[in-house]
């Protein structure tokens, strides 16, 4: 069965710094995109950062509030995908969603066609 495994996240003080990873586990078929979203209470899923491979080079997109800041990767060895977070602040807290996504509209739900479970980001004082 297809599955994203996530790992990482937790709690951290404004300014500090965390990664997830994202395992892709069960797949008979290549992937091309994945992508990290977040949904935060009340608002909607947005995407945060993806990567992309179908051209054979790593590209990378990135939501502008976290430009600069977050930085996707890939491991073409085991496929995992990290998202490595700093200068966090209260407003990337949210449940960070894994995602195996479209290579032309890599940050677009829509074409999400597979999700992780979540886990969970919190950034307070």
């Known amino acids: 069965q297809e599955q994203l495994v996530e790992s990482g996240g937790g709690s951290v003080l404004p300014g500090g710094s965390l990664r997830l990873s994202c395992t892709p586990s069960?797949?008979?078929?290549?992937?091309?995109?994945m992508a990290w979203f977040r949904q935060a209470p009340g608002k909607e899923r947005e995407g945060v950062a993806a990567?992309?491979?179908?051209?054979?080079?790593?590209?990378?997109q990135y939501a502008d509030s976290v430009k600069g800041r977050f930085s996707i990767s890939r491991d073409r060895a085991t496929g995992t995908v990290s998202l490595q977070m700093d200068t966090l602040t209260p407003e990337d807290t949210a449940t960070y969603y894994c995602?195996?996504?479209?290579?032309?509209?890599?940050?677009?739900?829509?074409?999400?066609?597979?999700w992780g479970q979540g886990t969970q980001v919190t950034v307070s004082s």
């Open positions: 990567i992309s491979w179908a051209t054979g080079t790593d590209n990378t």
């Open positions: 995602a195996a996504s479209r290579p032309t509209a890599p940050l677009s739900a829509r074409y999400v066609t597979r």
């Open positions: 069960g797949y008979t078929y290549a992937l091309y995109s």
